[in-house]
RNA sequence: GGCGCCGUAGCCAAGUGGUAAGGCACGGGACUGCAAAUCCCUGAUCCCCGGUUCGAAUCCGGGCGGCGCCUCCA
């Protein structure tokens, strides 16, 4: 592994080096939320990923097309349609239009996106918006003979399509689908899946259109495909996703993009993340063990030391969300910080003492994203005193652009912002007791408040205090 | 049944043929009236068995254990 970025491609299963189909020029496209609910922490790994991705490509100095979508339109539980629409489950349960529910919850995600300090996609895609460009599609692959009719909509047929398996490597026969949830009938065989369903005329839906085939919405795969297509051309660098979805969804993207835009491969690097494991379960809205961004602050774990957290694992393999790893990464990131900022800024910055540090960073960062040594070669430029406090800084300057830490200048928790009478006077009297060296009532006063979880620091500048983390 | 991932110090986690990164915790030290905070130091032969090799955590074979996908979920 010598020069470029080299990145692990699930379409061939290997690491490659990454060469942008147009010279300079980099598009990702990015499966993003379904916004029916909270998007909780194990949401937020695949964000940061992507982000350390996009940030990879700008380190090459490539310009860098980022799309991201975002379902707003009820997809349903299978493509079978045998199960609930999550969006129209959500909208009755509370109450509310889906279109309420939707907004609130893209704006929550885009909020905790940013206190991750994740890049904005160039674009930001929605599902309802692009129904227009969803039904071009379909019509595009019923032009080519791909799709048939039944009772319950619109289906693509995969025996159509030679390379379906290819992606993930699939026996067909094998597959164990529609074992646990019962199938359409009229399907010619269980891997078809919806382009286009009809709406129930007994059930009235909020999110409908119209369209040449009848009343309906679109199958969940199609969205990807049809606004990959609009934004980013008939063919794009690397799309980013969960595992989960390499054998079903990305698997039909595939076949439906290729086969409505006649290109091969219509994807050059495919990429997924894994999960995130809580307590040997993945974390996710099925398992019921979710954490929101916000309980993690409450906790006194900040979005930031949560995304030192995400990087002290690599992304393709699952990693342990503990409380203790938690609050290990938000201690570590804490002092990572503190140690940066100490560092002075006046002297010279030594380019050929700093080289070596440099190319130790960015091979992690081309070695396929390998956040925990770039994170281990920053944590080593921070105390390396052999290089000088304005080079260290420099350097660290260089790394954070990819690390997103915000190393030098993040503002880290104070100890003193808090102000209450009581506690105050209690510290003021406890410094008059060390003052008259009554240790004794000193120490009294000083377990009284340790009691109630408030810890004094002394400094050179007096005493302070703080609220021990919950 | 098919596809895939993983098992490294107390915890998290890199490393994928040449003799074990990093973080946190623990312990020791400095500092402190004692603490706290901070700084310094300190720990593992890599699930088990067999094989290949001059040499394996790293390759091959066989076990044991855990996880994911084949419904939606990142």
Redesign the pocket.
């Known amino acids: 592994m010598t020069d470029g970025l080299f990145l692990f491609n699930s379409r061939t299963?290997r690491k490659e080096r990454f060469v942008p189909i147009e010279a300079g020029q980099a598009r990702v496209y990015t499966?993003?939320?379904?916004v029916y609910?909270p998007?909780?922490i194990?949401?937020m790994?695949?964000n940061v990923f992507a982000d350390l991705l996009k940030r990879a490509l700008l380190m090459e100095g490539l310009r860098v097309t980022h799309v991201t979508n975002v379902?707003d339109v009820g997809?349903?539980?299978?493509?079978?349609d045998?199960?609930d629409d999550?969006m129209e489950v959500a909208a009755q349960k509370t109450g509310r239009r889906a279109e309420e529910i939707a907004a609130e919850y893209t704006g929550q995600w885009l909020r905790d996106r940013r206190r991750l300090n994740c890049l904005d996609p160039e674009v930001l895609c929605k599902a309802t918006e692009h129904i227009e460009e969803q039904i071009e599609m379909i019509r595009v692959l019923e032009e080519k003979g791909v799709t048939y009719r039944i009772d319950d909509g619109i289906y693509f047929d995969v025996s159509k399509f030679p390379r379906y398996t290819e992606l993930?490597?699939?026996?067909l026969d094998?597959?164990?689908?529609?074992?646990?949830?019962a199938d359409v009938v009229g399907k010619k065989q269980?891997?078809d899946f919806a382009l286009w369903k009809f709406a129930d005329p007994e059930l009235k839906r909020q999110q409908e259109w119209d369209s040449p085939w009848g009343r309906g919405f679109p199958g969940?795969h199609i969205e990807c495909s049809a606004m990959s297509t609009k934004y980013l051309g008939t063919r794009f660098d690397i799309h980013t996703?969960?595992?989960?979805?390499?054998?079903?969804?990305h698997t039909n993207e595939i076949a439906q993009s290729e086969t409505a835009l006649g290109v091969h491969p219509w994807v050059s690097i495919w990429m997924?993340?894994?999960?995130?494991?809580f307590g040997?379960?993945?974390?996710?809205?099925?398992?019921g063990n979710v954490l929101l961004l916000e309980e993690l602050e409450a906790m006194g774990i900040s979005p930031l030391g949560f995304r030192?957290?995400l990087l002290?694992?690599?992304y393709?393999?699952?990693?342990?969300v503990?409380e203790?790893?938690l609050?290990?990464?938000e201690?570590?990131?804490?002092?990572?910080v503190?140690?940066a900022q100490a560092l002075a800024t006046e002297g010279n910055v030594d380019e050929s003492a700093a080289q070596p540090r440099r190319a130790e960073f960015r091979e992690?960062v081309r070695?396929?994203l390998?956040a925990?040594?770039a994170?281990?070669a920053a944590?080593?430029i921070v105390?390396d005193e052999s290089l000088s406090p304005a080079t260290r800084r420099a350097l660290l300057t260089e790394c954070d652009a990819w690390l997103g830490l915000d190393l030098l200048t993040a503002e880290l928790p104070q100890a003193t912002q808090e102000t209450d009478p009581r506690i105050d006077g209690l510290v003021a009297a406890?410094q008059a007791?060390?003052e008259a060296?009554q240790?004794?009532e000193?120490?009294r006063i000083?377990d009284e408040l340790a009691a109630e979880q408030i810890?004094?620091?002394?400094?050179p500048e007096g005493?302070i205090w703080r609220r021990n983390d919950p």
């Open positions: 299963r499966c993003g939320p379904t609910s998007q909780h194990g949401n790994r695949p379902t997809h349903l539980t299978d493509d079978s045998a199960g999550k993930a490597r699939l026996d094998q597959q164990q689908g529609g074992q646990r949830i269980p891997a969940w996703g969960g595992v989960e979805h390499l054998t079903v969804h997924h993340e894994d999960w995130l494991v040997g379960e993945k974390i996710a809205k099925s398992t030192y957290f002290q694992a690599h393709r393999k699952q990693q342990n503990a203790q790893g609050r290990a990464a201690t570590g990131y804490r002092r990572l503190a140690q992690a070695d396929d390998n925990p040594r994170l281990a944590t080593g105390r406890r007791a060390r060296k240790w004794a000193a120490d000083r810890v004094i620091e002394d400094t005493p």
